[in-house]
């Protein structure tokens, strides 16, 4: 399976490269990808915003971790999903659209309604939202430093992020906020497949000091075997980049209260958690992170939030609050519940940590 899955998935050989010689594919549905993400992350912001977020999905992918059923109201392929929130308390960060009455998509623009809007093309782009309760004018300036998170054979999907500096200002409730912040401009365009297995994705973006900025993921599949565990390391001023995907460890070791989501699925949503990774040349990264509890739904078929966080790269030691963080789970409860006797027994077939209900 590992073996299969590694020949499909080239996003691991593209990561050896740490810069892009041009831009890579970027455009709205077509004949071919039905499906089409695009997202905004801004962590790192001062109080009391510490993250700032938007992310589209145009098309409702037919995975359970990605998919928002609740949200259609004539097709799938009909039906676009745009999540914009920050920290503070928010009740209108999630709107659906219909692609065909709603939407206009052409090149260099992106429109949903009249409501959120992305132009431009590389470098630069514009992302503007109005709306009462959070609104936004965001110029967006992409470099060539990408992470490939997806890239599979057949120009079946891919998915990448590029390191981007986020200049504007935000409204929140009336009261204006200005920011210069390092970001992740991402993109996934993906053929409409039958179904995917996958159930549960975490993934987590700090911005660090001297330009660097932290990527951590992981994604599970329905059987709660891990498809993709991964930290990505960004470095502006040296514009270099690297991946780390052996030895990388997750864990949760408290949770909220279980929840229950739109579409009925109930799932635990992490109060602590930790991250670390140990290579064979000595290099050593270690996340404690502590969640803020200001969990929003929207991010496909979960939610998004931010924490406060710990970090350890080699003998470097930064703190800060603004970290940046998606969650979600779909696994059968049995998985999400599981007990220290059934955790013990998986850490024998499977390196990664479970997460342990306490």
């Known amino acids: 399976m590992r073996f299969l899955q ?28 039905k ?18 977020n938007f992310m589209s999905v145009i098309g409702q992918p037919n995975a359970p971790m990605l998919a928002n059923p609740s949200a259609i109201e004539t097709t799938a392929l009909d039906t676009a999903t745009v999540i914009c929130s920050a920290s503070p308390h928010m ?9 065909k009455r709603d939407c206009h998509f052409k090149s260099g623009l992106f429109q949903f309604l009249d409501r959120e809007q992305l132009s431009g093309g590389f470098p630069n782009f514009r992302l503007q939202r109005c709306d ?19 890239q599979m054979r057949f120009s079946l999907a891919d998915h990448w992020s590029l390191l981007c500096r986020c200049q504007g200002t935000v409204n929140y409730k009336a009261q204006q906020y200005t920011i210069d912040s390092l970001g992740s401009f991402e993109y996934a365009r993906s053929f409409n497949f039958p179904y995917l297995p996958l159930a549960f994705l975490t993934y987590q973006i700090i911005n660090l000091s001297e330009n660097r900025q932290l990527l951590l993921a992981q994604i599970r599949d329905c059987f709660n075997s891990i498809v993709q565990s991964r930290i990505y390391l960004r470095d502006l001023k040296s514009m270099q980049t690297h991946m780390f995907d ?31 990774y140990e290579g064979a040349d000595g290099t050593c990264i270690w996340v404690q992170g502590q ?22 790269v080699n003998d470097n030691t930064e703190n800060g609050e603004g970290g940046y963080c998606e969650y979600i789970d779909c696994r059968p409860l049995r998985f999400q519940e599981q007990d220290k006797k059934d955790k013990t027994l998986a850490q024998l077939s499977n390196s990664v940590p479970l997460m342990l209900k306490k």
């Open 132 to 150: 009462s309760e959070l609104s936004f004018d965001l110029n967006i300036h992409t470099t060539q430093l990408i992470s490939h998170f997806t």
């Open 246 to 276: 052996h030895n990388v460890y997750f864990k949760v070791h408290r949770v909220y209260p279980r929840v229950t989501t739109p579409n009925g699925q109930n799932m635990y949503l992490p109060r602590e958690f930790e991250w670390c």
């Open 6 to 33: 590694d020949f499909l998935d080239r996003s691991k050989q593209l990561n050896q490269t740490p810069t892009v010689s041009h831009y890579p594919a970027y455009h709205g549905p077509n004949s071919k990808y």
């Open 291 to 312: 969640s803020r509890g200001d969990f929003k739904f929207g991010v496909a078929a979960g939610y998004v939030g931010s924490f406060n966080y710990q970090v350890k």
């Open 91 to 99: 009740v209108g960060q999630l709107h659906h659209y219909s692609v």
């Open 35 to 52: 499906i089409i993400h695009q997202g905004l992350m801004i962590p790192g912001l001062p109080a009391p915003l510490y993250y700032l």
